[in-house]
């Protein structure tokens, strides 16, 4: 399980869009991954006891007409939001993110009773497997990395709805077994006709499959279900690849049924920055232009790019992370109140902070990138981005980034917003900090507020999500000396282990329907304006900075803010 | 770690809980409620246990009353009050105080609880055993906002039923109902795949089973239909049948944590459905602390007009 299997570079970079930090590159080691698929039977059921032949038993889809339930009851709050009838076909199902994430949320899910009595989860890969091998290669990965412990009868009730698919992306035997698939579980266990097709493939495929979907049909909902896409980061690397991108997706697949996971946003976390903003009285009135000194916004991580290389090199961090999560997190951060918390209502307000991002004039003086340089890391030595394996030793790839941007409205006119974003930094962590102004007449003389900083607000993203208020407090003792001190709320202390992981609440959310925490496609497009001609300007311009490795980035950033009289926060 | 106080009061309580807290170096902690529990010595150590477990979910200060039953008249006249102060490791996530009354104290343990409440934080008190016919109406009830009983611990669950019916104030809540959440949302999951009308409905329990009377009230309530109540083996509630026109919609689990359901026109598959601990129940019941308006349509049972 752990060699590095010697790849081609398309499954390679199939562990590219990795979610997390944390996630390295090990696969399950494919000794059978070339097999023919044609040798291969059609799918046959994975053995349910009574399963009859699938043609006898179809059951009519009625039209949803405006039937109720009459055992649900907004009231009866302890009925959790259960996914409707039917299924998840995932593409790439032996890569990474499935095994470590996908997997282990879609039993977490079931776990907690989340998901409808005949869910099913199809695989699709190159793989020379059965049914039962996938089932326990699903089986392994969700007793590693399940967040729920490992119950007998919540597997045996999964196991029955898994099949797998084996075949390339170009395979029409392997589609046409799909689609018998899809209908096969739509009769044994009343799916519905409601399928989610998650795209876990690198998106040079991703053109491939929805392709494949749409001429065999599978994209096409039958009358009164659903057909849904979902497609993982990165969208493109620029404005024009995104847009392609899009027209390729869309021309299969309605605008709305697409999904585009940025597992940022399923963070309880995130989530509550609209619960803080908007549900509380305290804070709206100083979240503005005439309280806020500026907003830093960071993700660092402490790891290097690992066996990334094939997809991180001429990618960088600001493609990486800058154009989705950082922009995301300052969207929700600066938007107006939506008049509603639902997907349309949240896409209004995001896309104007989004169009009214103004750029700095001078990209030289406001933006940096910068390669991490061989050093010392938490007590390990670690070479330098160049000299990493598989590294043109002259890359210009960005490891780091930082920029300042300002957006253009009375809300919040003149406040930079300074985001960030590095590898192998000090440590791993994603926050958002506002700082407010000084008091703007203090009656203590200048000793006693010496070591009094700026007051803030922190988000903690990650780890250890919660917030933290930074605000002055006398030191006890008979003179009169002002220091900081914080105050404390952690999510592990005031509700211990119910936050679920970003992926259950995800995937529960594409098989509800439910778009809130998917950035749409126009914010996508958006995100990429901002970002070109910072781009742009960094391929013309001289070479990326060096920092060294396990510090807080390079001497410029610093340099960066201090030319605006600030400093970065160390998180 | 503990710090056992006698004869004591609830303010050299509160300076030990500070003194706890101190020396085990967390000043101070966000705990989201107080749980109250009322038991006798008999069952005090599981309630406890169930408790901590539960608080895991829920960081909380636990109070537990333990009335002591005075066995010579010297202890009925002579009131005293003990206290066991427990943080840290000792008491899960959260803070725990065990209180021992005995005496004439006993009938005024709501103000030994009363000045240990956390300040601005939700109250719940629940008995394990011998809930008071109206817990609105009990001294330590009325601090509540939410009251947890369990029928399953009286001899004759119908009849307390019925006072519960009669009692019902919104904050009240029992164990029966909670047992009952995976088999709800299991048959509204499966009403939600056939989507056709139940023209009548059957459950079968064990005799006598709380659990089933409110499952067959809330049926009944909702579906408008009549639902037989059938008796079986157990344990508990074996099989719900809801019958439509086009056949039955059965959940059946005649034993072990495995069910099985059947929809019309499709072949049965095997759903979990276990039977929790209870400190499930208590971490399901803290999650929410508003009045539970189904538990009260359940208790009546009768068909209610959609108000809306």
Redo the contacts between chains.
């Keep these: 399980m752990s060699k590095k299997p010697a790849e081609p570079a398309a499954r390679d970079a199939a562990t590219g869009p990795s979610p997390d930090a944390a996630v390295g590159t090990e696969e399950p080691s494919p000794k059978a991954m070339q097999a023919a698929a044609q040798t291969h039977e059609p799918a046959a059921p994975a053995a349910p006891k009574e399963a009859p032949a699938p043609s006898e038993v179809r059951v009519p889809v009625q039209p949803a007409a405006d039937w109720v339930n009459p055992l649900r009851d907004p009231s009866d709050r302890r009925l959790p939001r259960i996914a409707g009838p039917s299924g998840l076909v995932i593409f790439g199902v032996t890569g990474d993110l499935s095994r470590k994430k996908l997997m282990p949320a879609v039993y977490d899910l079931a776990n907690r009773g989340l998901l409808p009595p005949g869910f099913s989860l199809v695989g699709f890969a190159r793989r020379d497997w059965e049914n039962q091998d996938f089932a326990q290669v699903v089986y392994e990965a969700v007793k590693e990395h399940a967040r729920t412990p490992f119950r007998e009868e919540v597997w045996h009730q999964l196991t029955e709805g898994m099949r797998f698919i084996p075949g390339d992306f170009d395979d029409d035997t392997a589609f046409k077994q799909l689609k018998d698939a899809v209908e096969e579980l739509d009769a044994s266990r009343g799916t519905g006709g409601n399928f989610a097709f998650y795209l876990s493939v690198p998106p040079k495929f991703f053109p491939k499959v929805v392709q494949q979907l749409k001429k065999h049909g599978l994209a096409q909902a039958p009358e009164g279900s659903w057909r849904r896409a979902v497609i993982e980061k990165p969208f493109g690397h620029d404005l024009a690849s995104a847009r392609e991108l899009n027209r390729i997706v869309h021309d299969v697949f309605d605008p709305e049924q697409v999904f585009r996971i940025d597992h940022y946003l399923g963070k309880e976390t995130v989530q509550n920055i609209l619960a803080l903003r908007f549900a509380n009285q305290m804070y709206e009135p100083i979240w503005n232009r005439s309280y806020v000194d500026h907003v830093q916004i960071t993700m660092a991580e402490d790891i290097g790019i690992g066996g990334r290389a094939g997809y991180y090199d001429g990618i960088g961090a600001a493609r990486d992370v800058i154009q989705n999560h950082l922009l995301q997190l300052m969207a929700l951060t600066a938007m107006e109140e939506p008049i509603a918390f639902d997907a349309e209502a949240l896409l209004t307000e995001k896309l104007k902070v989004l169009k009214s991002v103004r750029l700095p004039e001078d990209l030289g003086a406001h933006t940096v990138r910068a390669q991490y340089a061989e050093g010392w890391q938490g007590g390990a030595k670690v070479p330098g981005y160049l000299q990493e394996e598989g590294i043109d030793p002259a890359s210009k790839t960005d490891t780091y980034a930082a920029i300042k941007l300002g957006i253009d409205n009375r809300r919040w006119a003149g406040v930079p917003f300074y985001l960030r974003t590095g590898k192998r930094l000090g440590r791993r962590v994603t926050e958002i900090a506002v700082v407010f102004k000084r008091a703007p007449h203090s009656p203590f003389d200048s000793t006693a507020t010496e070591e009094l900083g700026e007051n803030a607000i922190v988000i903690r993203v990650q780890p250890d999500e919660g917030m933290t208020v930074r605000f002055g407090s006398k030191v006890p003792g008979t003179s009169m000396e002002i220091r900081d001190v914080t105050m404390d709320f952690a999510y592990g202390e005031s509700f211990t282990e119910s936050s679920p992981e970003a992926y259950e609440r995800l995937i529960l959310d594409v098989l509800l329907g439910d778009a809130n925490l998917f950035p749409r496609h126009q914010e996508v497009e958006e995100s990429w304006k901002i970002l070109d001609p910072i781009e742009r300007y960094w391929d013309e311009h001289g070479r990326p900075a060096q920092y060294a490795s396990g510090t807080w980035g390079p001497r410029e950033a610093d340099e960066m803010l201090a030319r605006d009289g600030r400093s970065w926060r160390r998180p | 770690m503990k710090i056992a106080l006698t004869d004591t009061t609830a303010s050299k309580i509160n300076k030990a809980l500070v003194q706890g807290r101190r020396a085990i170096g967390t000043p101070a902690?966000?705990m989201?409620l107080t749980l109250v529990i009322v038991t006798d010595e008999e069952n005090a150590y599981d309630s406890i246990k169930a408790a901590q477990d539960a608080?895991?979910?829920?960081?909380s200060r636990t109070l537990v009353v333990i009335k002591r039953h005075a066995r010579t008249l010297r202890d009925r006249t002579h009131s005293r009050l003990d206290a066991e102060v427990r943080v840290g490791s000792e008491a899960g996530?959260g803070e725990t105080v065990v209180l021992r009354t005995y005496g004439e104290v006993s009938d005024h343990a709501d103000s030994v609880v009363l000045p240990l409440l956390l300040p601005d934080a939700p109250v719940v008190v629940w008995w394990p055993v011998e809930a008071p016919d109206n817990p609105a109406a009990d001294p330590l009830g009325a601090l509540a906002q939410r009251r947890i009983t369990d029928l399953y611990a009286f001899e004759r669950p119908l009849e307390v039923l019925q006072t519960r019916a009669r009692n019902y104030a919104p904050g009240d809540t029992d164990l029966a109902w909670?047992r009952l959440?995976?088999w709800?949302?299991?048959?509204?999951?499966?009403?939600?795949?056939a989507?056709v009308e139940?023209t009548s409905a059957a459950v079968e329990a064990e005799p006598d089973n709380p659990s089933a009377e409110l499952l067959a009230r809330w049926?009944q309530a909702?579906?408008?239909v009549t639902v037989d109540r059938v008796p079986s083996q157990g344990p508990f509630v074996t099989t719900v049948r809801l019958s439509t026109a086009t056949g039955d919609i059965v959940v059946d689990r005649p034993a072990?944590?495995?069910a099985t359901?059947t929809?019309p026109?499709?072949?049965?598959?095997?759903?979990?459905?276990?039977v929790r601990p209870t400190s499930e129940l208590i971490a399901?019941e803290l999650r929410?602390l508003d009045a539970?308006?189904?538990y009260a349509v359940a208790l009546r049972g009768e068909p209610i007009k959609e108000t809306v």
């Excluded at chain 2, 608080?55 to 960081?59: K, N």
């Excluded at chain 2, 709800?184 to 795949?193: G, H, I």
């Design positions: 902690v966000g989201v608080s895991r979910e829920h960081p996530t909670t959440t995976l709800r949302s299991m048959l509204a999951a499966a009403l939600d795949q989507r139940v049926l909702r579906l408008g072990g944590p495995l359901l929809l026109g499709q072949p049965s598959r095997t759903l979990a459905l276990k399901e929410r539970d308006e189904m």
